[in-house]
């Protein structure tokens, strides 16, 4: 009779929130029935209370005869309990609090997470058996659009926040991976010089150029710098993942700055030009630009020669735009190539016949002087012609020439 006073008094003793021992009495299904043990109470555990793998059997975590501490999560009432005290039991939750309990005061350190979903603004991690949680602005050193694709995924995370009582528990993936190129930072640059010729990866492109990875750290090849050719968007020429040779233009270390050069890994436009372009060669163009003194004319990509507004046609252009647009495709004439320099001297009218030069037509009724020519002026510093008299009397010669006459010259 005491024990059975003492078995009935124990009942009330069973509260949501304990710990307790429960034996496995029965498994069916997919839950166990469990008896609390030193009281007269049953409690019943299922796989969800057992594991988040939804499509686990649960013949492999639990077994008749097995003993196992548990957490009272509620006390089942209704049809399931039948009128007698059930209470649902949870080994997961217990987990969940003792790992809580040893995570409190533990900021800073540094756990393996596995990630068990996506969720609205970060992913929803697992750590021995409690929920974290990652901000998307604390997944990566830059804003991470795509979470879902570390679905799964295991890795390190900072701990940032504990909290038990509001079951509050905030993790920073970036704190790690910030910390984990720090070394790697200072490595790259220690062997980062201007001039090199480096291998880097694609990380991403934007309007003004491609960052490119090179190992701890992330340098940028300016639009300007990804093509000998003009370049309208930077996705046109490399894309993201692809393997690059890069030339290394400028390293600020204390900026945290790399600047790149994709083009000058590859064959300059003028590179062999005397051999593409000899003088005296047609090729086909595309007017670039017009100015005042004439037409730029792309032949090759990156290459670009001058139409001088006197080679553009035989007859007389006051401004090429009226012979010329941008876009246009024409056919030049080179006339001259300076590499060192990089010009190139071209003709359109070279490549047209020259007109007929029109012939002058005389007068023979003018003595072949044209009607509408002037008279020659006489000649500058020319002797003066003059007519001697038929009779010299009362006349000397030098009389007559006054100042011209120098007896010298008889």
């Given at each position: 009779?005491?024990?059975?006073?003492?078995?009935?008094?124990?009942?009330?003793?069973?509260?949501?929130?304990?710990?307790?021992?429960?034996?496995?009495?029965?498994?069916?299904?997919?839950?166990?029935?469990?008896?609390?043990?030193?009281?007269?109470?049953?409690?019943?555990?299922?796989?969800?209370?057992?594991?988040?793998?939804?499509?686990?059997?649960?013949?492999?975590?639990?077994?008749?005869?097995?003993?196992?501490?548990?957490?009272?999560?509620?006390?089942?009432?209704?049809?399931?309990?039948?009128?007698?005290?059930?209470?649902?039991?949870?080994?997961?939750?217990?987990?969940?609090?003792?790992?809580?309990?040893?995570?409190?005061?533990?900021?800073?350190?540094?756990?393996?997470?596995?990630?068990?979903?996506?969720?609205?603004?970060?992913?929803?991690?697992?750590?021995?058996?409690?929920?974290?949680?990652?901000?998307?602005?604390?997944?990566?050193?830059?804003?991470?659009?795509?979470?879902?694709?570390?679905?799964?995924?295991?890795?390190?995370?900072?701990?940032?926040?504990?909290?038990?009582?509001?079951?509050?528990?905030?993790?920073?993936?970036?704190?790690?991976?910030?910390?984990?190129?720090?070394?790697?930072?200072?490595?790259?640059?220690?062997?980062?010089?201007?001039?090199?010729?480096?291998?880097?990866?694609?990380?991403?492109?934007?309007?003004?150029?491609?960052?490119?990875?090179?190992?701890?750290?992330?340098?940028?090849?300016?639009?300007?710098?990804l093509s000998h050719g003009r370049v309208?968007?930077?996705?046109?020429?490399?894309?993201?993942?692809?393997?690059?040779?890069?030339?290394?233009?400028?390293?600020?270390?204390?900026?945290?700055?790399?600047?790149?050069?994709?083009?000058?890994?590859?064959?300059?436009?003028?590179?062999?030009?005397?051999?593409?372009?000899?003088?005296?060669?047609?090729?086909d163009g595309t007017v670039k630009r017009?100015?005042?003194?004439?037409?730029?004319?792309?032949?090759?990509?990156?290459?670009?020669?001058?139409?001088?507004?006197?080679?553009?046609?035989?007859?007389?252009?006051?401004?090429?735009?009226?012979?010329?647009?941008?876009?246009?495709?024409?056919?030049?004439?080179?006339?001259?190539?300076?590499?060192?320099?990089?010009?190139?001297?071209?003709s359109i009218k070279a490549l047209t016949?020259?007109?007929?030069?029109?012939?002058?037509?005389?007068?023979?009724?003018?003595?072949?002087?044209?009607?509408?020519?002037?008279?020659?002026?006489?000649?500058?510093?020319?002797?003066?012609?003059?007519?001697?008299?038929?009779?010299?009397?009362?006349?000397?010669?030098?009389?007559?020439?006054?100042?011209?006459?120098?007896?010298?010259?008889?």
């Amino acid at each position: 009779m005491n024990e059975f006073e003492e078995l009935l008094n124990s009942v009330g003793d069973v509260k949501v929130g304990d710990v307790v021992s429960g034996e496995i009495l029965t498994v069916e299904g997919d839950q166990a029935t469990v008896a609390i043990v030193g009281t007269g109470v049953e409690g019943v555990l299922t796989l969800r209370e057992l594991t988040n793998e939804r499509d686990a059997d649960i013949n492999d975590f639990v077994k008749a005869g097995d003993v196992r501490d548990l957490l009272v999560v509620k006390q089942i009432v209704g049809k399931e309990s039948e009128g007698a005290n059930v209470y649902l039991l949870s080994e997961k939750r217990l987990a969940a609090r003792k790992a809580f309990t040893e995570l409190e005061g533990k900021e800073g350190e540094v756990v393996t997470v596995k990630v068990a979903k996506d969720v609205k603004g970060g992913l929803s991690v697992d750590f021995n058996g409690v929920r974290g949680f990652i901000p998307a602005s604390m997944i990566d050193t830059y804003f991470v659009r795509d979470t879902k694709k570390f679905v799964g995924e295991e890795f390190d995370a900072k701990i940032i926040e504990v909290n038990a009582a509001d079951k509050r528990f905030i993790l920073s993936r970036r704190a790690v991976v910030e910390e984990a190129s720090k070394a790697q930072r200072a490595e790259a640059f220690a062997n980062l010089h201007e001039g090199d010729i480096v291998e880097g990866t694609v990380a991403r492109t934007t309007d003004f150029g491609a960052f490119i990875n090179l190992g701890g750290v992330d340098g940028l090849v300016h639009v300007t710098e990804l093509s000998h050719g003009r370049v309208k968007k930077p996705s046109d020429v490399v894309k993201v993942g692809e393997t690059v040779q890069v030339k290394v233009l400028k390293v600020d270390e204390e900026a945290g700055r790399v600047s790149l050069s994709l083009k000058a890994t590859q064959p300059g436009p003028w590179d062999d030009i005397e051999e593409k372009a000899p003088v005296g060669s047609v090729l086909d163009g595309t007017v670039k630009r017009i100015t005042d003194f004439g037409a730029f004319v792309e032949i090759f990509p990156g290459v670009e020669g001058l139409v001088h507004i006197s080679q553009i046609s035989w007859e007389r252009v006051e401004n090429a735009k009226d012979v010329l647009s941008v876009g246009q495709a024409v056919q030049v004439k080179v006339l001259d190539v300076k590499p060192a320099e990089e010009r190139i001297s071209l003709s359109i009218k070279a490549l047209t016949e020259a007109p007929a030069r029109k012939e002058r037509s005389n007068d023979s009724d003018n003595g072949g002087q044209r009607r509408d020519s002037k008279p020659r002026a006489p000649r500058r510093n020319a002797k003066p012609e003059y007519t001697l008299p038929e009779t010299q009397e009362g006349f000397s010669l030098a009389d007559f020439l006054g100042d011209d006459f120098d007896i010298n010259n008889f």
